[in-house]
């Protein structure tokens, strides 16, 4: 019996997503933790952070602990790696 395993993509508007920077490169967050539905979202579901039509960050999320998600892009992110 083979297992089928779905992944949803998850968006987010880059004007009001929070989120941590918990690995950056460059001044760009590479790795980034932000709360999460855990019902709803698994790890292996992707993330994409968008800035009107811009793609800033695409990564999957590696692991949920405590509500928060863990996702990475480490190599094409251009979401900030400090927040203000």
């Known amino acids: 019996m083979s297992e089928v395993s779905f992944c949803q993509t998850i968006s987010y508007n880059a004007d009001d997503f929070e989120?941590?920077?918990v690995q950056q490169e460059n001044g760009n967050a590479t790795v980034i933790k932000f709360?999460?539905?855990?019902?709803?979202y698994s790890p292996g579901?992707?993330?994409v952070v968008l800035d009107g039509e811009d793609?800033?960050?695409h990564g999957i999320i590696g692991k949920i602990e405590d509500g928060h998600g863990f996702a990475s892009d480490p190599r094409g992110s251009l979401l900030?790696?400090?927040?203000?």
């Open 35 to 40: 709360e999460i539905d855990e019902s709803k």
């Open 55 to 57: 793609i800033v960050f």
């Open 19 to 21: 989120y941590e920077a």
């Open 80 to 84: 900030a790696g400090t927040v203000q």
């Open 45 to 47: 579901d992707v993330v």
